[in-house]
């Protein structure tokens, strides 16, 4: 919460302060950018439209506030320097290709393609 309320501004808040007194934080939350991390990123594909990453084991897809940070996302934003749209997900223990779309005309087509079963996913369990 010490780290959320570092990027909540008094004009911010008085934006969000609803008529009865209370603050809308969820939406306010929403104000709050992306945080970018630098670390190393495997990145597979790359076009005008669309990001493909390797997502290792043990890393977290998104972060669970908007002010952390860790996470393939954050690495994908501090590559491309902006937040790109999340086409699909995989468990944080399962490492494996991960595609972010650049566009919103490539997010609606993409995720016809997951949700119609055009797209073919593989898995291999190690034990």
Known sequence: KKAAMAFITPELKAQYTLSDGTIDYRSMSKTIPLQADHGPLQVIFEDEDIIAVSKPSGMLMNPAHRFM???????????????????????????????????????????????????????????
């Open 69 to 127: 940070s860790g996470t393939l996302l954050n690495r994908v934003i501090g590559r491309l320097g902006f937040s790109p749209f999340v086409v699909h997900r995989i468990d944080m223990w399962t490492s494996g290709l991960v595609i972010y779309a650049k566009n919103k005309e490539c997010v609606i087509e993409l995720h016809r393609q997951f949700r119609e079963r055009i797209v073919r996913k593989e898995y291999l369990c190690l034990v």
